[in-house]
């Protein structure tokens, strides 16, 4: 049973992904957050892992909010940098050797599976601390879906974030951009569809790659409710890219 980072743009499927992880036994970092109407079955998220992520964006991400006291106010804990956008050629984060000591804390929980799209950009200063047999595996799905849902998530958590449909694929393509071009070529890496969750197509190559059994009934078709948005040339590019790596048919 492999230890595993998951991966992927928020409102991408990572949830569903690290929820069908859940019952074969993993530390997924503690203080997980509670199900809500945007997640219903749960977020499968650690509020400890997600503080060191957002503490090692914060030189390179500044706050996105219009408002001073929001941005004061939400400063002590994570909160909006799943949202960041950071080019190809941003300096690699760095992390303190109070953050190293928060790392490797939780990394000592093994087998452990931590899933956060802050991980697009923060996967180099967890890097030398991962056990060698660490898997990797990156969820996306249609950008157009993806961005409809970064939008409404935006709305209804962050009013005053005025984040446009152009910022939100610019959102989508650096995360991707990230793990396509900075991350990949390094370690052992597993492409998934969000809709080969639903179709169960990927369980097997899941199970194999993780060394578990996954709950193949956790993926649920009901919650697939956002409609696509169109999406831009250069978006569907890195999407084609993707699927070719996950073998999904376009």
């Not at 503690?30 to 219903?40: E, S, V």
């Amino acid at each position: 049973m492999r230890n595993c980072l998951i991966l992927g743009c928020g409102r991408s499927g990572t949830s569903m992904l690290a929820g069908s992880l859940a019952s074969a036994g993993y530390y997924m970092g503690g203080k997980l957050y509670p199900a809500r109407k945007a997640n219903p079955k749960g977020f499968f998220e650690s509020l400890p892992i997600n503080a060191i992520n957002e503490r090692l964006l914060r030189p390179l991400a500044p706050s996105r909010s219009t408002q001073l006291f929001m941005r004061i106010w939400r400063a002590g804990f994570p909160s909006e940098r799943w949202l960041a956008n950071l080019p190809l050629d941003a300096p690699q984060v760095s992390a303190s050797s109070r953050i190293i000591r928060r790392i490797r804390h939780h990394l000592r929980q093994r087998p452990f599976a931590f899933k956060d799209p802050r991980f697009c950009y923060t996967l180099p200063a967890w890097r030398p601390h991962l056990p060698r047999d660490t898997a990797f595996l990156c969820i996306f799905r249609e950008p157009g879906r993806t961005v409809a849902s970064i939008l409404k998530e935006c709305r209804t958590l962050y009013p005053d974030i005025p984040l446009t449909e152009k910022e939100a694929y610019g959102v989508w393509m650096a995360m991707y951009g990230h793990v396509l071009q900075n991350h990949r070529h390094e370690g052992d890496w597993l492409f998934v569809h969000y809709d080969q969750m639903l179709d169960g197509s990927a369980h097997a190559r899941i199970e194999k790659h993780l060394g578990t059994r996954i709950d193949h009934r956790f993926p649920d078709a009901s919650l697939k409710r956002a409609a696509a948005l169109p999406a831009p040339a250069c978006v569907i590019n890195t999407y084609r890219t993707l699927c070719r790596l996950a073998h999904y048919p376009t």
